[in-house]
């Protein structure tokens, strides 16, 4: 019996079209509130940029599960080793790169060019304050994002050995621990609730949910998600503008 359901906000409960939910969506899962089931955010974004929903959910995965909430308690913290951030920030400086920087309560960037204004525009994200990289070494880093094209990622990995690039957009990668993901986010939350990964549901789109799909009892991939994604899914559904977690969860007849 399904007891818990997450869902990646970018391409899932968002559109990238509109940036917004569907009214559908957000009726479907007041629905399952009302049917006893625990609803959850699975997100790469950091806790500061969960946008308002019209809808509650009971707990959070932010930062490709780096940090992990349910109302006031923090269930995880899990951040970049000193070493790694430095060895990065280097590389960002010798190369003129541009990168952007998640604490726990504060996101930083070094620079705005025209790939971070094409990204604002579609994800729709608040624009992060700008500081020095210097300064992105003063606290505690749960992800960074690097603004690069794939083939650099694998020097990116050469100086910063106990991380890891899950790689859902083709401009950027985000940067989290190799012992950080959603899925084991998922195992947290479902822990704190007395739940089981079988009595959960997960959907996502991109590559960075492939685990979390994977970990959970069913795994959806939206319509609009990339083949890979879907291999890796138990079931797909139509894609975010069409309500694709709505016509999902009435075929599993759960609303």
Not at 29 to 38: E, F
Not at 98 to 112: A, P, S
Not at 180 to 199: N, P, Q, T, W
Not at 201 to 229: C, K
Request: aromatic fraction near 8%.
């Amino acid at each position: 019996m399904t007891k818990a359901i997450f869902f990646d906000i970018d391409g899932t409960l968002l559109s990238y079209r509109t940036h917004q939910i569907l009214e559908g969506t957000v009726e479907a899962i007041n629905k399952l509130h009302k049917n006893g089931i625990l609803t959850f955010i699975s997100s790469g974004r950091p806790r500061m940029l969960i946008p308002e929903f019209p809808v509650d959910f009971d707990g959070y995965i932010t930062v490709n599960g780096g940090y992990c909430f349910v109302k006031d308690k923090v269930l995880l913290r899990n951040t970049i080793i000193p070493d790694d951030c430095k060895n990065w920030l280097t590389l960002v400086e010798q190369n003129k790169m541009t990168t952007m920087c998640f604490t726990e309560n504060e996101m930083y960037i070094n620079q705005i060019d025209e790939a971070v204004l094409g990204l604002h525009e579609q994800l729709g994200f608040n624009m992060p304050q700008l500081r020095q990289l210097s300064e992105m070494q003063e606290k505690d880093v749960f992800q960074f994002i690097a603004m690069q094209p794939v083939e650099k990622d694998q020097e990116t990995l050469s100086v910063m050995p106990h991380c890891r690039l899950p790689r859902w957009h083709p401009v950027f990668s985000d940067i989290i621990p190799n012992d950080s993901s959603k899925a084991v986010g998922m195992d947290k939350i479902l822990s704190h609730f007395g739940l089981s990964r079988e009595e959960s549901i997960a959907f996502g789109d991109g590559a960075n949910d492939i685990e979390m799909l994977e970990y959970a009892g069913l795994g959806i991939a939206m319509g609009n998600a990339a083949p890979i994604v879907k291999q890796h899914a138990g079931m797909v559904t139509d894609d975010a503008d069409n309500e694709g977690i709505p016509n999902a969860l009435k075929k599993l007849k759960l609303i």
